[in-house]
Nanobody, 123 residues
Framework: QVQLVESGGGLVQAGGSLRLSCAAS????????MAWFRQAPGKEREFIAA???????SYADSVKGRFTISRDSAKNTVYLQMNSLNPEDTAVYYC?????????????????WGQGTQVTVSS
């Protein structure tokens, strides 16, 4: 069992930046594929970014060039650096991990989920 805890969310003005962290515990996760999803009120859960254990990454078109996913295996932590935020980025952000090595943008493929952290961007 892997436990995931997100942190770093909050309120920020449009154009600002936030860095989200996802701390993993319970078992080594260095070879898990990790991802970030988000969900806004009235919308379905949306894929944001994913990273494999060998460093391959994938991004949704809506965040490409603004967000960067990274991982630090020594700290058992995955990060999401978010720059140039706009109100459309307002959502609850979730960290996810899967047993498989490959990255995917399908939420049903992920086995473990954090509780989410709220990101609110004001205009």
């Amino acid at each position: 069992q892997v436990q995931l805890v997100e942190s770093g969310g909050g309120l920020v003005q449009a154009g600002g930046s936030l860095r989200l962290s996802c701390a993993a515990s319970g078992r080594p996760f260095s070879r898990n594929a990790m991802a970030w999803f988000r969900q806004a009120p009235g919308k379905e859960r949306e894929f944001i970014a994913a990273i494999s254990w060998i460093g391959e990454s994938s991004y949704a078109d809506s965040v490409k060039g603004r967000f960067t996913i990274s991982r630090d295996s020594a700290k058992n932590t995955v990060y999401l650096q978010m720059n140039s935020l706009n109100p459309e980025d307002t959502a609850v952000y979730y960290c996810a991990a899967r047993v498989g090595l490959g990255i995917t943008n399908t939420y049903s493929a992920y086995d473990y989920w954090g509780q989410g952290t709220q990101v609110t961007v004001s205009s």
